[in-house]
């Protein structure tokens, strides 16, 4: 099973950008679909964006479309979530997740990181 560990998290004023990656390692992270998912406090887990194994296929919440994007580079065994346009309700702790199952069907990730802060607030 691969492992995940998110980083990036941060501080930012609305308006702002962050960059978060998501590190694999253990099995061959090209193998894997990849997701991130955010959950803000007293909320439900939701998904964010979605990428294919081969990075061909993306997928994203219509509360992000336009402003977050979603990329992954398996040479590094590394996924990215580039968030720009930040907004406080943004704000929650994001993770990402793996699986080798449909990348746009939120309930078949089974592998998740430990997550990463984001807090958007002037």
């Known amino acids: 099973q691969v492992q995940l560990v998110e980083s990036g998290g941060g501080l930012v004023q609305p308006g702002g950008s962050l960059r978060l990656s998501c590190a694999a390692s253990?099995?061959?992270?090209?193998?894997?679909?990849m997701g991130w998912f955010r959950q803000a406090p007293g909320k439900e887990r939701e998904f964010v964006a979605g990428i294919t194994w081969s990075g061909t296929g993306t997928r994203y919440a219509d509360s992000v479309k336009g402003r977050f994007t979603i990329s992954r580079d398996n040479a590094k065994n590394t996924g990215y979530l580039q968030m720009n346009s930040l907004k406080p309700e943004d704000t929650a702790v994001y993770y990402c997740?793996?699986?080798?199952?449909?990348?746009?069907?939120?309930?078949?990730?089974?592998?998740w990181g430990q997550g990463t802060q984001v807090t958007v607030s002037s």
């Open positions: 253990g099995r061959t992270f090209s193998n894997y679909n």
């Open positions: 997740a793996a699986t080798r199952l449909l990348y746009y069907n939120p309930q078949n990730y089974g592998t």
